[in-house]
């Protein structure tokens, strides 16, 4: 069974660090870009950061200098290392990959990690 496992949440205060991890495991033949994305309460699902298998990477502009996003391809497994954290970086995160599985290539989503920032 293919999955995204997600680690790393928690609690913070505001100008603290967390790093996300976010591994891939099952029968996976390879991965291609990655990213993470946020939800806050009553907002809708919004883009953080992604990297293609090459490592280029993008970022939106609310976490451009604070955040940095990486992969690690031998062990399937993406990161998001986030400083000066700040409250409104209050957020489920999920990881997000685009995997080759035995029948082509799908999108796979993790379960979520909240991530709270207090003031």
């Known amino acids: 069974q293919v999955q995204l496992v997600e680690s790393g949440g928690g609690l913070v205060q505001a100008g603290g660090s967390l790093r996300l991890s976010c591994a891939a495991s099952?029968?996976?033949?390879?991965?291609?870009?990655m990213g993470w994305y946020r939800q806050a309460p009553g907002k809708q699902r919004e883009l953080v950061a992604t990297i293609t298998s090459g490592g280029s990477t993008n970022y939106a502009d609310s976490v451009k200098g604070r955040f940095t996003i990486s992969r690690d391809n031998a062990k399937n497994t993406m990161y998001l290392q986030m400083n000066s954290l700040k409250p409104e970086d209050t957020a489920v995160y999920y990881c997000n990959a685009n995997l080759r599985v035995l029948l082509g290539f799908k999108n796979y989503w993790g379960q979520g990690a909240q991530v709270t920032v207090s003031s």
């Open positions: 099952g029968s996976i033949f390879s991965i291609n870009a």
